[in-house]
Every structure is written in structure tokens, then in C-alpha cells.
């Protein structure tokens, strides 16, 4: 406001000098007729006196002529400075500063002109999102001027890959993005355009003494239409290569893909999944269930597993293959698992003393290094004995910080918590890990188990475990006892415990307290405060067959 205030002072004072100097020039040219043959008559030829008011007019005049001049003059640098700041300011806003490329405000603009360029041709467009996989590790590691200086370089070989009519752009970050034309039906062109470029930029960066090494990942859009549907905006096509590029993400990167719908579909679901776990924490959606394990030897029932179970009103029973790794990426994992491990200790102090709890543990919790002190304090709050309580951790844990999870076990045992090693015979655990490792006691993993029921054969490897827990003197659990079968097979190996849809489906808390009812196995009433607020971390589906767990692939 204040900038246009000061421009039209500045053009109305212009205006006013230009009215001035025109009057001056007429009266100069007026004046002059008389006063300058009189002047120079006086000076030169000892004529009369030239007339003193028409002298002083005139000089007047010349004077205002020349300062209208000198304005004039001002005005043209003005005016240039001006063009010049206007340049600037455009290519500011048009331009990234560091890559000398668009930018995510001018792409829509470019790309939208590209299109209807490419649709008078009689051609569509193709529009790709690339990432950068891992780039902040790369600034973390080489410092942001390294950073900076391979995005440039990556815009170069990019640059020098497409061709002249391509428009490409640093969208922010380590995001580019290039709009290509191309005949309709020729997606092998936009194909083969983008493996040049995943192969240019995984050539090594030689960066003062230093060789950085990066892969790209890539999303496609396109706005030739698919199933009936035509895309109408530049802002579609890139919400849709944003899609893509997730998916490629997701399935590891260094990759591209082309747009589906149904990727629109899954993204859709996936924010509906994490609204919903959300309000699901808050309104007590999150239930704990409890699945037996029983002693092959005696027969008996000597524990139980916790898993966990979302009863969304709006999506009906959820399965925690579904939402345990969603909720782990938007870091509600920690508030989920604390909420149901608090309900879990409250429903297990109801049962015999010596019926055990088993609660499966995330990965992304044992990064936490209070973990072990946050679940002390909850068995502490609950008055929950811990030598009744065992966690489980898969081998995929041991990989990521061995010397913390030592730690967190040791300082858990020595609290009397008992920790499994889960799924074992599906990771890469070591015989040193499992010697040095103060672990209780190793679970088999189910789909290790379900072998069974294919013939004696298939028993080599749970006898090699078998053989191994013995040596090493940790007893074994194995997972997924489906049928009788397995289970006669299971019993000829010894002293094991098992759990599985054999003995029945996981239970809600009430069924369990029926059931141990009936068996004479409670030892208090039920908890007044048992039931309500949030829940829950899980460890299997409820689908027909036996669940995996979900906290790793």
C-alpha cells in the first residue's frame, strides 16, 4: 500500500514537471523572438539595452528547460531500474535460486501452457515427480553445501537427459519434476526417458574430494485419459504423480511407477485408517484379546498372549495387519501399546498367580531407551508382578541396536520381567546373539510350524530349534498350532508349549474371565476400573488362518 502511495506521488509530480516545461518551452520560443536579436544587439553591436524583465523570462525559460531535461533523464534510468527489478523479481518468483530451473509456483503455469500446446498437436503429456531416497542422510553426513551442490548437479544431468521442450522444476527440497509432450499411446518413450534418468542420476557426484552416491525414486501421471476420466489441471496430474512416487516408496525405492486409480483408492483408505486410529484412541476403540498357550506335557493352561483388536464404527473390525504399521509411521505406536499394556495388566491380576502374560513388543518402541523404565512403572502402577510378565521381541530388533536392546533386557530381567526371542527361524539371529543375549525363551514362528502337516520331513528344522533351545537351556514355544496333526507332531518333541486356533480363537477379556471362571483359575473379582479408555498394540490377525505378527514383515 505504501509502495503504491509513493508511485503515484512520484507520477503526479512528473506530470506537474512536464506541464511545466512545456509551458517554459513555449514562452522560451515566444520570448526568444524578441529578447535574444536584442540581447545579442547590445552585446555585440552597442545596441539599445535589451529589455531586463524579457531577459530575466528568458533565462527563466532556459533554465526550467534544462532541469525538465535533467528530470527527463532521471526518468529514463528510473524506468530501467525499474525493468530491471521487475526482471528480477520475476525470475524470482519464477525460478528456483539454486538450480536456476522452475519452480513449484511456476510448473503449474508452464505446465498447463505445455498441455494445450501438446493438445493442439494432437498429443498428451506426461507429468513425473523424482525424489532423492536418503538425501537427508546425505546432508547429514557431507553437510548441507554438498547437499546443495549434488542437487545442482543432478539438475544438470537431468537438464541434459530431457528433451528441449520439456519443462523440469525443483519443486522444494530434493523434489523435481519435469511435464513432457509424447504421441498418444506411446508410453514406452516416457518409459525409457525416465531409465536414462534413474541412470544419470545414480552415476557417483565427485564433490570437492568427495564421491557422493544417490538413487531417485519417481512417480508418472498422465493426461491421457484412462477409464473414461480426463484429467483436467496441472494440479491433478501432479497430485497423481505424487501418488505414484509414494507408492514407489513404499515398495522400496529406486523405482518408479505409473499412476493407477487404485492408488487413489489406497491413499484415500490409509487416511481414513489414520483419522480413524486417532479417534479410535480417544474413544476406547482399541480392545485387548488374549489367546492360550498351553503345556504339551500336562495339558494345562499356563498363559496367555496378548493381541489386539480395532472395533472401528466406521470400518468395522480392522485387522492389525492393517493398522499396526500405519500407526507406527504416524508415531502412535508408544500411546497405543501403553494404553492396552495397561488394560492387559489390569484384567491378568485377575487371574490365577500362575497364568503368565505375554505382550509382544514393537521394534519402533525398543528405540525408545526409557522403554524399559515406562513398562517398570506400569507394572508398578497396576500392581502387576513382573516375574507373571513376558515380552517379546523379534530377531528384526536384535539388528538395528544390539547394545541398547542388551540393556533394556538385562534391566527388565533383573526386575524379574522374563523376554522371549519371537519368530525365531525367520530372521538372522546369530549363536552368538542367543549366547550372549540374556533372553528366557525362544518362540517358533508360525509358518515354520505349519510345515508340519506336511510330513515327517518337514520336522528337521523344528527338531534342529528344538535341539538348539536345549543346548543353549531356553525353553520353546512354538506359534500357529492349527490342527491336530501338528499338534501330535509337536508333543513328540518334548517339553514345549504351544498356542494356536487349536485351542480355540483369541478372547475378549470377559470370555477369558468366564473361562477360567468355570475353571476355578481367578484369583480376584473383576477390577472396577477394567474397561474403559484406549488400547492397544497387536501382535496377529483374526483372518481364518494364523495370523502373522505385524510388527515386522
Known sequence: MAGNSKRLLNAERDLIVLIVVFAAIVMFVAIGGVAVPRAISALFFAGDRADNLLTSALLLNIALIIFGWRRYRELEVEIDERKRAEEQARLLAELDPLTGC??????????????????????????????VDHFKQINDVYGHLAGDNALVELCRRFTKVLPKDACLA??????????????????????????????????????????????ICAGVATD????????????????????????????????????????????????????????????????????????????????????????????????????????????????????????????????????TLSINISPVQLRDPWFSQKLLKMLVAAKFPPHRLEIEITESCLHENVGMVRSMITSLRNQGVKVSLDDFGTGYSSFEQLRTLPFDRLKIDHSLVSELREGDGSSRIIDAIVSLGRGLNLPITAE??????????????????????????????????????????????????????????????????????????
Open 480 to 553: 500357529g498350532v492349527e490342527d491336530e496333526k501338528i499338534l501330535a507332531a509337536l508333543k513328540g518333541m518334548g517339553g514345549l508349549k504351544a498356542q494356536g486356533y487349536v485351542y480355540g480363537r483369541p478372547e475378549t477379556a470377559d470370555q477369558v474371565r468366564e473361562r477360567l471362571r468355570l475353571a476355578g483359575l481367578l484369583s480376584a473379582p473383576a477390577h472396577p476400573l477394567r474397561g474403559s479408555g484406549p488400547a492397544a498394540v497387536a501382535t496377529k490377525s483374526e483372518e481364518p488362518a494364523q495370523p502373522r505378527r505385524m510388527f515386522h514383515p
Open 170 to 215: 525443483r519443486l522444494g527440497g530434493d523434489e523435481f519434476a519435469f511435464v513432457v509432450a509424447y504421441d498418444r499411446g506411446k508410453h514406452e518413450r516416457i518409459d525409457d526417458l525416465v531409465i536414462r534418468l534413474f541412470e544419470a542420476a545414480s552415476l557417483p557426484f565427485q564433490l570437492d574430494r568427495v564421491t557422493i552416491e544417490a538413487t
Open 224 to 355: 491421457e485419459p484412462q477409464t473414461g476420466e480426463e484429467v483436467h489441471s496441472a494440479e491433478t496430474l501432479m497430485h497423481r504423480a505424487d501418488m505414484a512416487m509414494y507408492e514407489a516408496k513404499k515398495q522400496g525405492r529406486n523405482r518408479y511407477f505409473w499412476f493407477e486409480p487404485s492408488m487413489e483408492s489406497e491413499l484415500r483408505f490409509r487416511n481414513d485408517l489414520e483419522i480413524g486410529i486417532r479417534r479410535g484412541l480417544h474413544n476406547g476403540e482399541f480392545e485387548p484379546y488374549y489367546e492360550q498357550q498351553i503345556d504339551l506335557e500336562t495339558g494345562k493352561l499356563v498363559g496367555f498372549e496378548m493381541l489386539a483388536r480395532w472395533r472401528s464404527p466406521q470400518l468395522g473390525l480392522v485387522s492389525p495387519e492393517v493398522f499396526i504399521p500405519v500407526a507406527e509411521e504416524i508415531g502412535l505406536i508408544h500411546e497405543l501399546s501403553e494404553h492396552l499394556m495397561q488394560r492387559a495388566f489390569v484384567d491378568a491380576r485377575e487371574w490365577d498367580d500362575a497364568l
Open 102 to 131: 522452475l519452480n513449484r509456483r511456476s510448473m503449474a503455469t508452464a505446465t498447463e501452457n505445455l498441455r494445450a500446446k501438446a493438445h493442439a498437436r494432437g498429443q498428451v503429456v506426461a507429468y513425473c515427480l523424482i525424489d
